[in-house]
């Protein structure tokens, strides 16, 4: 049996690849993949900490199987907003969009 602590781990280490991701990538797709990868993170906690808790409840695959559903719409309003932005300005580069600016 795997400890919990190697969940951890590798829970905290995914999420500070996409935490990494986030700040320094300059394209909005590896931005957003980079949110999903930290979401990610989240859910291994979730689930690790269900298996290693009380496994009689299903609050941790529940709340994961409700991160999962966020994570969908996330990826879909992201991709529409960075769909349509491209087709208006041809570009995708997170420091050059500045649509809400005057």
Do not use: H
Request: glycine share 6%.
């Amino acid at each position: 049996m795997i400890p919990l602590s190697w969940y951890l781990v590798l829970s905290a280490a995914l999420f500070c690849i996409g935490l990494f991701g986030v700040m320094v990538r300059r394209n909005a797709v590896a931005i957003l993949l980079s949110v999903e990868l930290m979401l990610n993170a989240v859910n291994i906690n979730l689930v690790a900490f269900w298996r290693y808790g009380d496994t009689t409840s299903m609050a941790g695959q529940v709340f994961a199987i409700i991160v999962f559903a966020v994570a969908a719409a996330e990826v879909a309003v992201g991709l529409s907003l960075i769909y349509s932005i491209y087709r208006r300005r041809g570009s995708v580069i997170a420091d050059e969009l500045d649509l809400m600016k005057w």
